[in-house]
Nanobody, 123 residues
């Protein structure tokens, strides 16, 4: 059974930092590209960034320079380091997996999802 479990969310003041983790089981993690998405109340789920199997990354313009994605294949875990957080970064953050390594910035391109973790940034 494939499972993606996010953790590390919480309440932080604007300008602060958080690191989210996504622990993966039930698939060959090193073969998969991993994405992070977020969803604010009343809004669509939006792409945050992704990391390929070779650890190359790409990000949404809104987080570029502030967020960093990394992965530890030995632990089958992907991380989202968030710095200089803004109130507009508030939302539920989801990790997702896809087997293909091509650019993928839409939720439909990811086949497996975690349950999400709440991030709230206060002003």
């Amino acid at each position: 059974q494939v499972q993606l479990v996010e953790s590390g969310g919480g309440l932080v003041q604007a300008g602060g930092s958080l690191r989210l983790s996504c622990a993966v089981s039930g698939l060959t993690f090193s073969n998969y590209a991993m994405g992070w998405f977020r969803q604010a109340p009343g809004k669509e789920r939006e792409f945050v960034g992704a990391i390929r199997s070779d650890s190359s990354t790409y990000y949404a313009d809104s987080v570029k320079g502030r967020f960093t994605i990394s992965r530890d294949n030995a632990k089958a875990t992907v991380y989202l380091q968030m710095t200089s957080l803004k109130p507009e970064d508030t939302g539920v953050y989801y990790c997702a997996a896809r087997l293909f390594q091509s650019l993928a910035m839409t939720k439909a391109q990811y086949s497996v999802w975690g349950q999400g973790t709440q991030v709230t940034v206060s002003s």
